[in-house]
Every structure is written in C-alpha cells, then in structure tokens.
Nanobody, 121 residues
Framework: QVQLVESGGGLVQPGGSLRLSCAAS????????IGWFRQAPGKEREGVSCASSYEIKTYLPDSIKGRFTISRDNAKNMVYLQIDSLKPGDTAVYYC??????????????WGKGTLVTVSS
C-alpha cells in the first residue's frame, strides 16, 4: 500500500527556514520520482519541485525558486524540501506526491495529506 506522510510544517517568522519531510512507504523510493506541491489559501495547487534518480525539476518562478531545495534519502525512503528565507506568500499546505513513474511529470496518483506552513510575524 503506497503511503506518503508529510511532516515538518508549522508557524515560522518571515526570513526563517523549514525542512519539510515526506516519508514514503509501500514502494521502493529509489525507483520513482517524488514531487512537492503546495496550495495556498484560496489558490490552486501548484508544483514546487520534483526529484527522481535522473533529474531535479523546480516549477516555481525564477524569482523564488532559489529558496526551495529538494533532496532524497533513498536508503531511508525520505524526500525533503528545504525552504529558506520564508515569506508570507509561502504560506500553504505542502504535499508530496508520486505517480510511481521513474521521471518527473504527468499527473500524480498518490498524495499525502499535507503539512501546513504558516509564515507570519
């Protein structure tokens, strides 16, 4: 049974950093791409970044993509999203997801329940 569980969200002040974690189970992470997505209040869900054994892709605008870093620990079946210099506009529920494909792209089939990141002073 494929499961994705996000953690690491919380309330953080502007300028702070967070590392979100995605624990994957029910499949061998090293074979598949995992993506991070976010949904801000009142907005549509958007892609943040994706990592596979072949590539890393970041989907955010160039003006902000440098603050987001995706990484994987295949041995631990974990995927991380480091977010630096957090801004109020980063407030969102962050999700990890996979379609059990070897490369990034395409509609995701399995989703975690998300972790809330709130950036506020």
């Amino acid at each position: 049974q494929v499961q994705l569980v996000e953690s690491g969200g919380g309330l953080v002040q502007p300028g702070g950093s967070l590392r979100l974690s995605c624990a994957a189970s029910g499949f061998t992470l090293s074979y598949y791409a995992i993506g991070w997505f976010r949904q801000a209040p009142g907005k549509e869900r958007e892609g943040v970044s994706c990592a596979s054994s072949y590539e890393i892709k970041t989907y955010l605008p160039d003006s902000i993509k440098g603050r987001f870093t995706i990484s994987r620990d295949n041995a631990k079946n974990m995927v991380y999203l480091q977010i630096d210099s957090l801004k109020p506009g980063d407030t969102a529920v962050y999700y990890c997801a996979t379609r059990l494909g070897s490369r990034c792209g395409g509609p995701m089939e399995y989703w975690g329940k998300g972790t809330l990141v709130t950036v506020s002073s």
